[in-house]
């Protein structure tokens, strides 16, 4: 069993950066890869990055390459969403996910764990 809880999220002017953390408990957390999702209000959940339970690799939707970067500390059980360069666009509800062995990164069915997560609003 893995637990999540998400934080950082809040109230950003375009242009500006956040921080998402999302702490883990569970002594497997290492052997996870771990993925970032969002949510717009009306739309359905979709992929925003995600990186290997070593740290070895990372994937980002078009959208997040070259603004938001994954990392992971697996000694402190979390994983971190850098966020620059936000625009309202990115206004939505983020969410960080657990999964043994994706297939696919990218598809929201392929995680086992999910948490609540928070809410990131960037205003123009």
Known sequence: QVQLVESGGG?????????LSCAAS????????????RQAPGKEREFVAAITWRGS????TDSAKG????SR????????????????????????AA???PARVGLTYEYDYWGQGT??????
Do not use: H
């Not at 690799?57 to 980002?60: A, D, L």
């Not at 603004?67 to 994954?70: D, E, L, N, S, V």
């Open 99 to 101: 999964a043994r062995n």
């Open 11 to 19: 109230l950003v002017q375009a242009g500006g950066s956040l921080r």
């Open 67 to 70: 603004r938001f970067t994954i």
């Open 26 to 37: 569970g002594r497997t957390f290492s052997i996870y890869t771990m993925g970032w999702f």
């Open 57 to 60: 690799s990372t994937f980002y």
């Open 119 to 124: 809410q990131v609003t960037v205003s123009s």
């Open 73 to 96: 500390d697996n000694a402190k059980n979390t994983v971190y969403l850098q966020m620059n360069s936000l625009e309202p666009e990115d206004t939505a509800v983020y969410y960080c």
